[in-house]
């Protein structure tokens, strides 16, 4: 059970139906009526591994890391990696552990080096790194560290636009880093954070809908940290970008 094809129970060949009705099995199982609290640790693991199986593109993503990463490797890898003390080797076990649902031990490797500074572009193929990130940030997500998930996807989306790898799944990725901002992270960081983040998603180059939106709420944000002349210079080119919009009448706006 050392993935998420064996913590379903099914085949890497199985169908979408057959994933479906092996996680509603599993799941019944770990109910917490039935296992108790003591199966929260295994319904999320549960829940991750359907969550990427029954999605086509994180399924080839997830194949595509895990049967290249892994399973090429031939002897026991982990204990290998675990004896080598370079940074390089460091990142690739966070990766072997994400792949092998050990989420615990991979955060606490990548924290002890470093966490979000720990430079693991450095270190992997740029495949390698690109998956690492976006399984890495999924899971901390999930664990409410919303601002290192958002370091982590406006890495790959930088990079995405210098030199395309995800292609159609970087809408994904996009949607992800966007859901992120605007669900949960503005009440896990303070203003002056929200505010470097508001400036990387504008340096990012997305819709003009969104640079709106982020515009404005950077604006808002300067002026409550008494930075009103910056505020208005930001409001003044939201009022611009947002004339671009289709279907929205610009109007005046006075920062308040």
């Known amino acids: 059970m050392n993935n998420y ?11 979408a139906g057959e994933i479906k009705r092996a996680f509603r099995e599993r799941a019944k199982r770990l109910h917490p009526d039935i296992a108790g609290a003591a199966a929260e640790a295994g ?5 991750t591994a359907y969550q990427t199986l029954s999605n086509e593109e994180r399924r080839y993503k997830y ?12 002897f026991d890898y982990r204990a290998w990696l675990r004896e080598q003390g370079d940074p390089a080797n460091q990142a690739k076990l966070v990766f072997f552990e994400l792949l092998h649902l050990e989420e615990d031990e991979a955060i606490a490797i990548w924290r002890k080096n470093g966490g979000i500074n720990f430079q693991t572009e450095q270190y992997m193929d740029r495949e390698d790194w690109m998956d690492l990130n976006f399984i890495l940030a999924e899971e901390l997500d999930r ?12 890495d790959i989306i930088r990079e995405e636009r210098r030199l395309p790898y995800f292609r159609h799944f970087t809408v994904e990725v996009e949607k992800f880093l966007r859901e ?9 960081v303070d203003d002056e954070t929200w505010v470097g983040c508001m400036e990387t998603l504008l340096a990012l180059g997305f819709s003009v809908r969104d640079e709106y939106i982020w515009m404005r709420s950077l604006a808002q944000t300067l002026f409550s940290l008494g930075d009103r002349v910056a505020a208005e210079g930001i409001n003044r080119e939201a009022e611009k970008i947002g ?4 279907g929205r009448k610009r109007k005046k706006t006075v920062v308040q």
Do not use: C, T
């Not at 664990?143 to 406006?154: C, N, P, T, V, W």
């Not at 992120?180 to 896990?188: F, K």
């Open 63 to 74: 194949d595509r890391a895990y049967f290249r990463f892994v399973e090429s490797s031939g």
């Open 143 to 154: 664990r409410g560290q919303g601002y290192e998930a958002f370091r982590l996807l406006a």
């Open 180 to 188: 992120i901002v605007r669900l949960r992270l503005r009440s896990q």
């Open 243 to 246: 004339g671009r919009i289709p």
């Open 43 to 47: 319904m999320r693991k549960l829940l």
């Open 5 to 15: 094809y064996g913590l379903l129970g099914v085949g890497r060949s199985a169908s």
